[in-house]
């Protein structure tokens, strides 16, 4: 992956069919879901961060922010053969940066039981009782962003 460039984009930019169906197939397709139900009514106010090589999405994470202070980390997704090797980490690290660049302080996700650990890696805590979104069992989690 050192080709793999992280670029943040903006729906209508070229590499956004790429990331919607990178959604669809990690996020939203093994779960029942068709392709129409992969976009959120607020992207165009999220931020979209990518990670592409020669033009292909590999990894993508998003951020709606709620206020002036925070906001909602979601659709965090890689590509299945490159899973497990850093570059998840790497898009919520650099997603994070810019977000302290831009003055927020805070975030808060909605995590699938089975990457809690991967968010607790990178300094989220659980909190709340656990609940069901999409059909699955999730977790909150959140994390101060230090300055």
Same mark, same amino acid.
């Given at each position: 992956m050192p080709d793999t460039v992280l670029s943040f984009i903006h729906p209508g930019h070229p590499l956004y069919a790429g990331e919607l169906e990178l959604r669809f197939q990690v996020l939203r397709e093994p &779960? +029942?879901?068709?392709? @129409? /139900? !992969?976009a959120?009514?607020?992207? $165009?106010? $999220?931020? %979209? &961060?990518? @990670? %592409? /090589?020669? *033009?292909? !999405?590999l990894g993508c994470v998003l951020f709606n922010p709620e206020d002036a202070h925070g906001g909602r980390l979601f659709q965090m997704a890689v590509a299945p053969h490159l899973q497990g090797q850093g570059l998840g980490a790497r898009l919520v690290r650099s997603l994070e940066e810019e977000l302290r660049r831009r003055g927020f302080t805070h975030v808060h996700l909605h995590a699938r039981a089975p990457v809690v650990p991967f968010y607790?890696? &990178? +300094? =989220? @805590? !659980? =909190?709340?009782? @656990?609940?069901?979104? !999409? *059909?699955i069992p999730h977790r909150h989690m959140r994390k101060a962003l230090d300055t």
């Amino acid at each position: 992956m050192p080709d793999t460039v992280l670029s943040f984009i903006h729906p209508g930019h070229p590499l956004y069919a790429g990331e919607l169906e990178l959604r669809f197939q990690v996020l939203r397709e093994p &779960l +029942g879901f068709t392709r @129409a /139900q !992969v976009a959120f009514p607020f992207e $165009s106010d $999220s931020l %979209h &961060l990518v @990670a %592409h /090589q020669d *033009g292909t !999405v590999l990894g993508c994470v998003l951020f709606n922010p709620e206020d002036a202070h925070g906001g909602r980390l979601f659709q965090m997704a890689v590509a299945p053969h490159l899973q497990g090797q850093g570059l998840g980490a790497r898009l919520v690290r650099s997603l994070e940066e810019e977000l302290r660049r831009r003055g927020f302080t805070h975030v808060h996700l909605h995590a699938r039981a089975p990457v809690v650990p991967f968010y607790e890696r &990178l +300094g =989220y @805590a !659980v =909190y709340g009782e @656990a609940f069901t979104e !999409v *059909g699955i069992p999730h977790r909150h989690m959140r994390k101060a962003l230090d300055t």
